[in-house]
């Protein structure tokens, strides 16, 4: 436990901040599998949720809840997947 008065605020802004970096990870976490489910049964639609995924994992990085570098990383594995039906019927 904490002793002086700074390091209690310190505690409770840590586990606030603790707590919407959770909230922020499990959303993001949330709308990446409902794209992935999406690419998989209609493509046609993969385009709006890849958007989302894409503006929540932007948001994330600008709010250094995750690295920028990962969600740059994040969001290219993402328009990888969406674009690979494109590619296949190319080739």
Known sequence: MPHT????KRLR???KRRARNKARVRALKKQIKSFLDVVKTAPDNAQAEFNSCAGLLDKAAAKRTI????????KSQ???KL???KAAAKA
């Open 5 to 8: 008065h700074s390091a209690e």
């Open 13 to 15: 802004q840590t586990e």
């Open 67 to 74: 690295h920028p570098n990962a969600a740059a990383r994040k």
């Open 78 to 80: 993402l328009a990888r």
């Open 83 to 85: 674009n690979a039906p």
